[in-house]
């Protein structure tokens, strides 16, 4: 077993951490992780606090292992993605760590959790941010260029995670972005992580929510079919993505930087289910296909990092975590340990 700050903080076997992905990171894929021995995190995408008080227990029945619960903060066509009644939600559940994205959360926000027994952390791929945000207790989750989805970070993992490091010694970082193998866990360990944050790996699993289709094209992926993009997002405008390179991101190629216009009359892509309604996906819809989605696949947002292009099967989350993990502990003991212990892996 490796251990690490992370692993004795939470009580967890492996550091490994799975990203809170929105409408992909449901029940079922965090009580598959955290029963695997990592972290596993919930995903509330536009969820109120109501149902993610559901979500919360709902993953209780599967898991009496620590997970994690995930914010987006950003106000979005739906609303505040993150409202205090969010927050008291997770105090009044007990839920272990909150993890926030994109932008830092009020101060109150993060003290009242603090207060209320509740770790913190800032997923951001930027040191000025991170270090701003460690004066308020808040741990650090570095994301590298390479992530999938949502990402506005302008340096690769290798770069940016020894960086961080040393900016917010000694509070512990997790490093997001392009691992999917025990290779990258070891490397992101010896870079000074205290575990690693896993989303695209995550999504070709078959307790992810995402659709067939999109988990099926994630496996036959290359690094070369993902693109950065901002023309997703009606719903979430100009907000910068790695995805799946489909017929919708090629068309846009070299004119992407914004989030296009909504074309006169409106045009759809497809349906799917938000809230257990009905919700008829524009064009650029940043919606992401799950079981419930139908419609044209080329112009979809297939949210995946160039991790991709090292997932090649779709396999059961706990396997994913199980053999990471051995696999990095294996080349840390093997290759990287005392000199008298090495041999080839
Ligand atoms: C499909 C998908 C959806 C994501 N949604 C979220 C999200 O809702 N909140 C969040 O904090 N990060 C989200 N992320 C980013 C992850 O937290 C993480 O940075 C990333 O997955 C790590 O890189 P990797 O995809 O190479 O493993 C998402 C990533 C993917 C692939």
């Not at 839920?95 to 109150?108: K, Q, R, S």
């Not at 290359?222 to 919708?248: S, Y």
């Not at 989605?293 to 990092?305: I, K, N, V």
Request: aromatic residues 6%.
């Amino acid at each position: 077993m490796i251990q690490t700050k992370l692993t004795e903080r939470y009580g967890i076997e492996q550091p490994f951490v799975a990203a809170g992905m929105g409408f992909i990171s449901l029940p079922p894929l965090v009580a598959a992780v955290s029963n695997a021995g990592g972290l596993g995190q919930l995903a509330t995408g536009a969820a109120p606090p109501d149902v993610l008080r559901q979500l919360i227990r709902a993953t209780r029945e599967l898991t009496s292992r620590p997970f994690a619960v995930n914010f987006i903060i950003e106000t979005t066509t739906f609303g505040p993605l993150t409202t205090r009644g969010h927050i008291d939600v997770c105090i009044e559940q007990q839920v272990p760590a909150v993890v926030f994205f994109w932008t830092v959360p009020p101060a109150e926000w993060i003290r009242k959790l603090k207060d209320g027994g509740c770790d913190v952390w800032l997923q951001t791929g930027s040191i000025n941010s991170a270090q701003a945000a460690i004066t308020s207790g808040v741990d650090i989750i570095a994301q590298g260029r390479e992530a999938g989805g949502h990402n506005r970070s302008t340096v690769n993992l290798f770069t940016l995670l020894p960086n961080m490091v040393d900016a917010v010694d000694p509070v512990p970082v997790i490093a997001a972005g392009g691992v999917a193998d025990g290779r990258g866990m070891a490397a992101a360990l010896c870079l000074g992580a205290a575990g690693v944050c896993v989303g695209t790996r995550l999504v070709a699993t078959v307790e992810s929510n995402a659709h067939e289709e999109y988990k099926r094209r994630i496996v036959n992926a290359t690094h070369e079919d993902i693109a950065r993009t901002c023309i997703f997002g009606p719903e979430w405008p100009d907000a910068p993505m790695r995805v799946i390179r489909n017929r919708v991101v090629r068309e846009w190629t070299g004119n992407d930087t914004r989030t296009p216009p909504q074309p006169e009359p409106p045009q759809t892509i497809g349906k799917t289910m938000l809230g257990g309604r009905e919700y008829v996906m524009p064009k650029f819809s940043a919606i992401l296909p799950t079981p419930e989605t139908s419609g044209d696949f080329e112009e979809m947002c297939l949210a995946a990092g160039d991790s991709a292009g090292l997932t090649d099967s779709i396999v059961a989350a706990g396997e994913v975590v199980r053999k990471m993990s051995e696999d990095a502990e294996r080349i840390l003991v093997t290759q990287l340990g005392p000199a008298d212990s090495r041999k080839a892996v």
